[in-house]
Each structure stands twice: as C-alpha cells, then as structure tokens.
C-alpha cells in the first residue's frame, strides 16, 4: 500500500534510527516524503556512533562529534531545511539496553514525551529481526513507547541489514520515490562511514551504497 494512501497519508512521522547513516540506508525516502508533505515530526539517534571507530580509551569524543555533524548534514540534505536538527539519545555504541534498565525507561520516557509534544502518530525503526544488536534495542524502544503513550501510535519497521519479511504476520507500507541522486547527496555526508579520513573503523560496503528509490515499511498484524 503507498504511503500517500488514506489513513497513512495524514501520519506525523517519527524515525528512530540507531545510527548515524541508517536513517539514510534504511528510511530516507521516508524522511524526505514526509518532510516535503509536512509530516516529519523529527529524526532521533539511539547510539553516539563511537564504536564505527577504533579509539583509545576515554577519546572518543572526537568521532561522536564528527558523526553529530555527519548527522546534522544527513537530515539537512534529506529535508531540504535546517528546521528539525536531530535528537540524540547517546547510548553508547554497540551496548545496548534492556526494558527495566534506568537508562532504557529514560529513553522510552523522553520519546513518549517527545511524541506528545510534536503530535507523532508513527514511529519508523529498525526491524526487531535485523542482525545488529544496536537495530534490535531500536525496535524494542519503539514498541515500548507505543505502548506507553496515552494515543494511538503506529511503529514501522524498516530494513537496513535484515533479510526479507513474513507477509503472513507483516504488511507493507510503500514511499514515493526519491529524486534521482538525492539519498546518495545524503548518504555521502556520512564520510567516516565510507572513507578512511578518520582511521581505522568501519566501512560500508559498495553494494550497500546502491540504494532503492522506494523505502518499504513493514507493520505488525494484530494477532
């Protein structure tokens, strides 16, 4: 089903993304569309970004920095505009939390307040079954603010690593497509992810750097 199609298009969106460069990867045609219809409530980090990097002890400020700006430069591309910088919630990389954890129900607390205040009706996140644990703890704070806020809350789940999903327990939600160029303008503002400028750390691979013109979104079936 397109996202332009009722009730989805009257949805203010939320993206929650684990990293810097997954909002791009995963939800960029996301972003964009409703950026350009007047529905994107904002873009919200989990981790800091520091473990794309190796760094000594108690230095790693210099790569959280450069992937804040990275980010900043990300969303401005996808949007067009400076009005939303992102929101981040700086988990530490690679360490995520579990529900009943303090720093967990903080998280879940400060999203729940943040979709009162900007009137959000969808969450966008990763799937529950991608491979990254960072994904994973995403999903899982997603499906706990929905079932903390006072209103009606879809969560979304879109795909960065994961494999295809069950359409038996899944349906899908389709976005226009992106102008020509315009995900991979925001992708190359990623540059620690893709280069060698800051050392030794992770690298996208090419194949993952040819990206749809479409995101598809999966939501749950009711049991």
């Known amino acids: 089903?397109?996202?332009?199609?009722?009730?989805?298009?009257?949805l203010r969106w939320l993206i929650l993304a684990p990293h810097p460069d997954d909002e791009t990867l995963g939800a960029g045609a996301l972003i964009a569309q409703a950026a350009r219809t007047g529905h994107l409530a904002g873009v919200v980090y989990l981790t800091d970004g520091s473990g794309s990097h190796l760094v000594s002890d108690g230095r790693s400020g210099a790569i959280k920095a450069v992937r804040r700006r990275e980010a900043a430069t990300a969303v401005r591309r996808l949007t067009g505009s400076r009005q939303q910088p992102p929101v981040h919630l700086d988990w530490k990389d690679a360490a995520p939390l579990n529900e009943g954890e303090a720093g967990f129900d903080r998280a879940c607390r400060r999203l729940v307040s943040l979709c009162r205040q900007r009137a959000v009706d969808a969450v966008a996140v990763t799937a529950l079954h991608e491979p990254h644990c960072d994904h994973v703890a995403a999903a899982r704070l997603a499906y706990?603010?929905?079932?903390?806020?006072?209103?009606?809350?879809?969560?979304?789940?879109?795909?960065?690593?994961?494999?295809?999903?069950?359409?038996?327990?899944?349906?899908?939600?389709?976005?226009?497509?992106?102008?020509?160029?315009?995900?991979?303008?925001?992708?190359?503002?990623?540059?620690?992810?893709?280069?060698?400028?800051?050392?030794?750390?992770?690298?996208?691979?090419?194949?993952?750097?040819?990206?749809?013109?479409?995101?598809?979104?999966?939501?749950?079936?009711?049991?």
């Open 1 to 10: 089903m397109p996202l332009s199609a009722r009730p989805w298009r009257d």
């Open 144 to 223: 706990a603010v929905q079932k903390n806020v006072r209103h009606r809350l879809v969560v979304a789940e879109y795909r960065v690593w994961a494999s295809s999903v069950d359409r038996a327990t899944h349906r899908a939600l389709v976005t226009a497509p992106m102008p020509p160029g315009k995900r991979r303008h925001a992708l190359h503002a990623h540059r620690s992810q893709l280069t060698a400028a800051y050392g030794p750390g992770f690298r996208l691979p090419v194949e993952r750097q040819h990206m749809a013109a479409r995101d598809t979104l999966h939501l749950r079936r009711r049991a």
